[in-house]
């Protein structure tokens, strides 16, 4: 039909359209997008002590703990600048810990304690800064509202 797919500009832009409208374009900067960007959250089943994330898997990942994970490894597949978030979550019975490589830094560069009650829900935000040099926020026991 008469719609824009793509635009391939020699010497220029690269552009994508969405219902002829444009939604993603290289830029000499970087790119420019219009709208909102999702990613996928995946999930990591704890069947060890250990918990490894591959960031090329995605770059939201969340984790129900199943037992104390006595390190929270350094993940796999890393890209420096990539960010994103992990939840981690307590079972009903709740009272799990997390341990950690020595790849993750945090504010302030104390090592957080993760909630324990039942049913909380932790979220670590991070940013690769090099390769194993993970920089890291934590909110404590995010409740959602109803």
């Known amino acids: ?59 939201h990942h969340k984790v129900t703990l199943t037992q104390n994970v006595t390190e929270l490894a350094a993940p796999s597949n890393q890209a420096i ?4 978030s992990i939840f981690i979550t307590q079972p009903s019975s709740g009272n799990y810990t997390v341990a950690y490589n020595a790849a993750w830094f945090f504010t302030g560069g104390t090592t957080p304690t ?14 690769v800064f090099e390769s194993n040099k993970i920089h890291c926020v934590v909110s404590l026991d995010v409740k959602t509202g109803t």
Do not use: M
Request: hydrophobic share 35%; net charge negative; proline share 0%.
């Open 1 to 59: 039909g008469s719609n824009i797919l793509a635009q391939f500009i020699n010497g220029g832009a690269n552009e994508l359209y969405h219902n002829a409208t444009k939604k993603f374009e290289t830029a000499s900067g970087g790119v420019s997008l219009t709208g909102g960007a999702a990613a996928n959250i995946t999930s990591v089943t704890q069947s060890s002590g250990t918990v490894t994330f591959d960031f090329a898997a995605s770059c």
């Open 81 to 84: 600048g990539q960010s994103g």
């Open 114 to 127: 993760l909630s324990t009650s039942s049913d909380a829900v932790d979220r670590i935000d991070y940013v």
